[in-house]
């Protein structure tokens, strides 16, 4: 944990800089303070006897009502978050950005509180949890937001596909349309904010090199040290995101 001295000199930079344009990554670390788990900190939901096979392209493709089983009983715990104090201090750093800046938000997390907190424009890379999309690419279904529970996985209504969840599962590529808005806003970025990130997941992982390549300072905010530490990161603060995030952004 940082000294008292070096999170005043912390907020303090943040605060008074000039940033143009902010770029902030989220991860699971940032929905903890809401009740929700991380994927593979201590009980995480990659960690845990059921998911000892993660979910993949090829189980979607092999096993899609397994996929459903897997992530069905999710959508309760979605419901019943709120939006915490992390995610509530990214939203009032938005809302006050001066003018001339320009701020992207891209999670990580398929759990909709940084919108429920206010946040603008969120970029999902991972696609969301309350949505269900058709399985069939060339379907034209638009995702639609769903809360139901499913142990089978349902069929479209229009082509006869099964739905899934409108999530990115490992070894899928990301929705166009998210990539290309964060690979845009990291092109000319001057700051990099992380957050609640293992930095272990591709092609996310990779964006603090990018940010660093256009020249901005990075800076990871984080429970636990990163395994090896990304030498692109000027600097790493440890601690809680709903306790950091409040204080290095007030003002």
């Known amino acids: 944990m940082e000294s008292d001295d070096e999170l005043l000199r912390l907020r303090e930079k943040l605060r008074t800089t000039a940033w143009r344009q902010v770029v902030v990554l989220t991860g699971a670390g940032i929905s903890v ?42 959508r309760k715990h979605l419901q019943a978050a709120s939006p ?56 034209g279904t638009p995702a639609f937001e769903d809360l139901r529970e499913y142990t089978q996985a349902p069929s479209c209504e229009r082509c006869g596909q099964v739905l899934r969840p409108d ?11 998210a990539e290309w808005a964060a690979k845009r806003a990291l092109r000319e970025c001057d700051l990099f904010l992380a957050v609640g990130t293992s930095g272990t997941v591709a092609p996310a992982s990779n964006f603090v090199r990018g940010a660093k390549y256009a020249g901005a300072w990075t800076l990871l905010l984080n429970l636990t040290p990163m395994q090896p530490r990304h030498p692109d990161f000027d600097q790493e603060v440890l601690g809680r995101a709903e306790e950091l995030l409040p204080f290095l952004l007030s003002g």
Not at 53 to 62: F, K, L
Not at 97 to 105: A, D, H, I, V, W
């Open 33 to 74: 303070a809401s009740g929700l788990p991380t994927y593979r900190g201590p009980g995480g939901l990659w960690t845990r006897p059921e998911t000892e096979e993660v979910p993949d392209a090829a189980m979607a493709a092999r096993d899609p009502s397994r996929v459903w089983r897997l992530f069905s009983p999710l």
């Open 84 to 139: 915490n104090a992390a995610h509530a201090a990214l939203a009032r750093w938005q809302a006050a950005s001066p003018p001339g800046r320009s701020f992207t938000l891209v999670t990580q997390n398929v759990d909709g509180l940084h919108t429920r907190a206010g946040s603008q424009d969120v970029v999902e890379l991972h696609g969301s949890l309350l949505k269900t999309r058709c399985g069939n690419p060339n379907c």
């Open 167 to 177: 999530i990115t599962l490992f070894n899928e590529p990301l929705p166009v349309d």
